[in-house]
């Protein structure tokens, strides 16, 4: 899909805001429960969308370095230290300071920060049975990716093309599959199997 272009900034906002409001409900015990993000709890996941928040740039190239150079062990070993470190109050103050945060993705723009806190954001509701993004928002996600973005997750689409039943949206070539938009990036990020139904 080609890149639109519509003005992301509101969006990652509304999704910061949202998420916020979601995390601010939680019991104790759900900080603690399982995410789509494996081995990770609801906390680590948290702890990971506001690293960048948090996190000076020298700070992470040093973790970086002691990590291999390999952003996914940083990035893990990043998150278990600050879940351990923080309470889930501090974590969501963090995310509400900086819901107007410019932070984006290296190289990724305002697309890679709404891909990022919205997928980050499934990984949270989807195990709790909390409430999806809104489906436009979604499809924004979707409408932005790119073969690189899509490639990083390893999900073999090869001869087939996911569409969505809320959204237009097609992801890849070949037979059609079809699913609502959520399903389509839960699949692509390789958080839930492909299921084939073809149309």
């Given at each position: 899909m080609?890149?639109t272009?519509?003005?992301?900034t509101?969006?990652v906002r509304?999704?910061?805001?949202?998420l916020?409001?979601?995390l601010?409900?939680?019991?104790?015990?759900?900080?603690?429960?399982?995410?789509?993000?494996?081995?990770?709890r609801v906390r680590?996941?948290v702890?990971h969308?506001t690293?960048p928040?948090r996190?000076s740039?020298p700070?992470v190239?040093?973790g970086l370095a002691?990590?291999g150079f390999?952003?996914?062990?940083?990035?893990?070993?990043?998150?278990r230290?600050?879940?351990?470190?923080?309470?889930?109050a501090?974590?969501?103050?963090v995310?509400r300071a900086?819901?107007?945060?410019?932070?984006?993705?290296?190289?990724?723009?305002?697309?890679?920060a709404?891909?990022?806190d919205t997928?980050?954001?499934?990984d949270i509701?989807?195990?709790?049975?909390l409430?999806s993004?809104p489906?436009?928002?979604i499809?924004?996600?979707?409408?932005?990716?790119?073969p690189?973005?899509l490639?990083?997750?390893?999900?073999?689409?090869?001869?087939i093309?996911?569409?969505g039943?809320d959204?237009?949206?097609?992801?890849?070539d070949?037979?059609?599959?079809?699913?609502?938009?959520?399903?389509?990036?839960?699949t692509i990020?390789?958080?839930r199997?492909?299921?084939?139904?073809?149309?």
């Amino acid at each position: 899909m080609s890149p639109t272009q519509t003005d992301l900034t509101p969006h990652v906002r509304a999704e910061r805001e949202r998420l916020a409001g979601l995390l601010a409900g939680l019991q104790d015990d759900e900080w603690d429960s399982p995410s789509l993000c494996r081995g990770w709890r609801v906390r680590e996941v948290v702890a990971h969308i506001t690293m960048p928040f948090r996190t000076s740039l020298p700070r992470v190239v040093v973790g970086l370095a002691a990590a291999g150079f390999s952003f996914n062990r940083y990035a893990d070993r990043a998150a278990r230290r600050d879940a351990a470190r923080m309470s889930g109050a501090e974590l969501l103050a963090v995310l509400r300071a900086n819901i107007a945060s410019p932070w984006q993705p290296p190289g990724g723009g305002p697309a890679g920060a709404l891909s990022h806190d919205t997928i980050h954001g499934l990984d949270i509701t989807e195990p709790l049975g909390l409430p999806s993004p809104p489906v436009e928002r979604i499809a924004l996600v979707l409408a932005n990716a790119t073969p690189r973005s899509l490639s990083y997750f390893g999900v073999d689409l090869a001869g087939i093309q996911l569409r969505g039943t809320d959204a237009d949206v097609r992801i890849g070539d070949g037979e059609p599959v079809e699913m609502p938009v959520k399903d389509i990036l839960l699949t692509i990020t390789g958080r839930r199997p492909l299921s084939i139904r073809t149309k």
